[in-house]
């Protein structure tokens, strides 16, 4: 298969920094001294806690239950003891914290039983469900689950493979590609087999020769319809849209989905997972993660999930000048706030950071509008002029000029010449723009119950008087039925004083009805007061209604 | 906290600006050598009223001086001037055009990054309105010897008759008034005409090109402003001398007149003060050109590119905001 491929504008060749880690082979990572596994593994949901500190749990044990349409399953990466269930830090450049399930590990490591699945005896409903309960989500970063994007839609004409491992330093994929080229390739067809794809297109980076040898052995066996393609090497060219571009020339604007323009695109990670998930029935529970940058023995490592940061350091040392550590790369990557922090399905990569290999940037510069940026973006945007508009807090103008597109891959901040920290500028308009959103959404809420509040109060009182004059009526009635003066001098006032009331009840309705009320126009606030008042002039009414008789 | 990325690019203000000074010289080595070594002087008064002026201003605005100062973009600007002022322009009135554009057209609109206008183009405008006399008096190509020129400079006697000497472009305006004269009549008769255009002086155009080179070659500067300005510059030219060559001179010659090369390369591409958009940059760069062309040919200047700059730079947001770039994966949709 002969694939011709496309281009995309933009994008910087940064240092690739591969060397490094790529040239050892995957290793296993010893067994971590406590595992703490975030419940929160796929975008936007958290699982269900399904077992009790105390617990004994095995390896690939159920221990969190997704909810929702975006949840997946969560489960224990080793056998053990459940001892905690409490809130710690997540990678993520807010430090937030997340509900995460400690675990004593025992040592044996032990898998609870698994079996297959026998993916053509089955529905394509009960594959999914099974994706999802193996806890497949993208490894790529994001950590979309993989079930919901492989039931997205079918008639999918291309479904690519992403391989391209563009940002500099990480090499996992790298690794796992050269290691275990039919394993992914399994799970690419897998995939395929699930979302109906007629071609399958494994992107890689022409910077990886010995995983595009590796890849393309295994594919030679699959026959037609898979193929491995090098792609030039082009930061961001592994970012989903740019690889989808590349590979097929289709564009995917910013907010629509793949399965909109016939192409769906997994990383590799996520294709071995898949495979581990239906030829062996493993959850994820591992993951290859890169460890970089300023340490003495750089390397790939095969880690499980929950092992937290600082202990996965240890294996490769990180040298005495280190001043930070950087989780993902250093174009995408995010500084950790603390060392603590657990490897998730999403993790790729912890660079050691020292000044001396990533020196802090010189002083900031104003813009002088050279369009570096513009040269550099991906995304075709034109960098500065959100930069002044981000500035300038003017949000809308900013999202007129497309902000939302910004995929924050960094280009226009690597190139700039006054060193601005351009991406920051978009990160703080597009939370700005959303925290707007919601208080927007809150203030919309706050008065639509006022309003409904001043409804109901209105209908009540509307209600008490027909009531009130349903009551006069029959009272009338009754007088017209008896035609009999009162027997009593004190019941002959009764019928009278009832005729009253009820003749100015039905007076105070029509008026109520006919005339537009003086305080319509009034802010909310004194229109609340009057009503507070009404309400209370109404239950005097009523109260001497009630001692009347 | 730094946010990401982590790693840049070794690029810098300074680096841009150091690499339009080089750009820069092979006009002025050609300058030096075939029309007046006082240039050389000039350039150094130009530099040091550019540095102190931009240093006065960041005092009284309380800024640091050291980032602006070392940023060299006080020193494009006061070279590009001293390019344009007539060599034998005295000491003071090259520092008033170099004041003027650094002060008031720089830093009163905020600084670097900030002017609408192109300082440079603003304090020449100024100038040409300020000091008409002055502004125009060109020696021809070795005209005067070095004494002369820096006893000129520096403020000695001005016998203007014995120097008083006309730009190729000036020659062929006022020229062209004399009735029954024609371009080549005029050109022919007057020996301060090389092979194209002014003896001498026609040979800034191809080092100015020169310089334009490497600053494309360096990614400095991208192909569309040079381009369109001088393919306008040439289409109008051609246009005009097709129908009657007698009274409109060739688009070689306008090409190597005056301030196209220099601004081709120089002036228009000046970031700061120009369109942005590829588009933008086209439109706005041929329009300089359009416009330069007419106040040459019917204007009452001899040259208009400095002119034209200002028209166009007005014009900027509006030509920006109309030919925004489309964005990846919304091809399709509406052109804003």
């Not at chain 1, 571009?245 to 590799?268: A, H, M, S, W, Y």
Request: hydrophobic content about 45%.
């Amino acid at each position: 298969m002969i694939t011709r491929l496309f281009g995309f504008k933009g994008g910087v060749k940064p240092e690739s920094h591969k060397n490094e880690s790529s040239g050892t082979p995957i290793q296993k990572a010893p067994m971590p001294k406590r595992l703490v596994i975030p419940l929160r593994q796929s975008i936007r949901s958290t699982a269900r806690c399904l077992v009790q500190p105390g617990q004994k749990v095995l390896k690939g044990e159920h221990i969190g239950e997704g909810e929702g349409g975006l949840g997946t399953s969560v489960h224990a990466s080793t056998s053990g003891t459940v001892v905690e269930i409490a809130p710690y830090p997540m990678a993520h450049a807010s430090g937030l914290e997340t509900l995460s399930v400690v675990i004593e590990p025992d040592g044996e490591d032990r898998w609870i039983d698994h079996t297959p699945l026998d993916l053509p005896t089955v529905s394509r409903e009960e594959a999914l469900a099974w994706l999802r309960g193996c806890g497949i989500v993208g490894m790529g970063g994001a950590g979309f689950p993989t079930h919901v994007k492989v039931g997205g839609g079918r008639g999918i004409e291309t479904l690519v493979i992403n391989g391209a491992e563009c940002e500099p330093w990480i090499t996992c994929d790298d690794r796992l590609m050269r290691e275990r080229a039919p394993e992914v390739l399994s799970g690419a067809m897998i995939l395929r087999e699930l979302i109906g794809a007629k071609q399958v297109l494994v992107g890689v980076e022409d910077n990886k020769p010995e995983a595009i040898a590796a890849m393309q052995a295994a594919a030679s066996t699959l026959g037609d319809g898979i193929a491995v393609v090098p792609v030039p090497t082009l930061y961001p060219a592994g970012g989903e849209k740019q690889l989808i571009r590349v590979l097929t020339g289709v564009e995917i604007p910013q907010g629509k989905l793949g399965t909109d323009f016939g192409v769906q695109c997994f990383n590799v990670g996520t294709a071995h997972a898949v495979h581990r998930a239906i030829c062996f029935g493993e959850p994820l529970v591992s993951r290859v993660v890169t460890l970089t940058g300023n340490v003495a023995r750089p390397g790939n490592y095969e880690v499980l999930l929950g092992t937290q940061v600082a202990e996965l350091l240890e294996l490769a040392g990180p040298k005495a000048d280190t001043d930070r550590y950087i989780m993902g790369g250093p174009m995408m990557g995010t500084e950790l706030q603390s060392l603590s922090v657990p490897v998730t399905k999403g993790t790729n990569c912890v660079i050691s950071a020292s000044p001396a290999l990533f020196p802090p940037p010189p002083p900031e510069l104003p813009c002088i509008r050279c369009g570096a940026c513009a040269r550099a973006c991906p995304a075709e945007l034109q960098p500065f002029e959100l930069y002044w508009f981000s500035r300038a807090k003017n949000f809308g103008k900013a999202q007129e000029y497309h902000l939302f597109d910004c995929i924050e891959c960094g280009c226009c901040a690597f190139v700039c010449p006054s060193r601005i920290p351009l991406v920051d500028y978009y990160r703080f308009a597009k939370g700005e723009i959303w925290a707007r959103e919601r208080e927007r959404q809150a203030s919309d809420q706050a008065r639509e119950r006022f309003e409904f509040r001043n409804f109901r109060q209105e209908r009540e009182k509307e209600e008490k008087a027909a009531k009130l004059a349903a009551k006069a009526a029959e009272t009338r009635a009754k007088i017209a039925d008896t035609g009999e003066p009162a027997p009593a001098p004190t019941e002959a006032e009764d019928p009278k004083k009832a005729l009253i009331a009820a003749a100015l009840a039905r007076a105070k309705q029509q008026q109520a009805a006919v005339t537009p009320r003086n305080t319509e126009d009034l802010s909310a606030d004194v229109q609340a007061e009057i009503a507070d008042i009404d309400a209370r002039r109404d239950k005097l009414n009523q109260q001497d209604a009630d001692k009347a008789p | 906290m730094i946010n990401s990325p982590y790693i840049r690019k070794p690029a810098s203000v300074q680096g841009v600006m150091l690499a339009v000074l080089i750009a820069l010289v092979p006009a002025i080595v050609v300058y030096a050598s075939q029309i007046a070594a006082v240039v050389l002087v000039n350039l150094a008064i130009a530099t040091c009223a550019a540095l102190a002026g931009e240093a006065l201003v960041l005092k009284l605005r309380g800024r640091p001086l050291a980032p602006a100062l070392s940023d060299l973009s006080a020193v494009v600007t006061a070279w590009l001037l001293a390019l344009c002022f007539p060599p034998i322009l005295p000491w003071w009135a090259t520092a008033l055009g170099v004041l003027i554009a650094i002060v008031a057209v720089k830093h009163l609109y905020g600084g670097l990054g900030q002017n609408p206008f192109n300082p440079a183009m603003v304090a020449y405008c100024a100038m040409i309105v300020a000091f008409p006399a002055l502004m125009s008096q060109w020696p021809a190509a070795g005209q005067l010897d070095f004494a002369t020129q820096l006893g000129l400079v520096l403020g000695g006697a001005r016998e203007l008759d014995a120097i008083a000497s006309a730009t190729a472009l000036d020659t062929i305006k006022t020229g062209l008034r004399t009735a029954g004269a024609t371009v080549e009549s005029i050109m022919g008769q007057n020996g301060n005409f090389g092979f194209v255009s002014g003896r001498g002086w026609e040979w800034l155009a191809p080092a100015y090109a020169l310089g334009g080179m490497y600053l494309l070659a360096r990614g400095i500067i991208t192909w569309h402003m040079p381009a369109a300005f001088l393919g306008a510059l040439a289409a109008i030219s051609a246009a005009f001398w097709l129908v009657d060559p007698a009274h409109y001179a060739s688009p070689l010659f306008h090409l190597a007149s005056g301030g196209a090369m220099l601004g081709a390369f120089f002036i228009v591409t000046d970031p700061v003060s120009g369109a942005t958009t590829p588009r933008g940059k086209l439109i706005f760069a041929a329009s300089i050109a359009l416009v330069a062309y007419i106040i040459r040919s019917f204007g009452a200047f001899p040259e208009g590119v400095a002119f034209a700059v200002l028209l166009l730079n007005i014009c900027v947001p509006l030509i920006d905001m109309n030919t925004q770039p489309q964005v990846f994966g919304h091809r399709g949709d509406k052109a804003r």
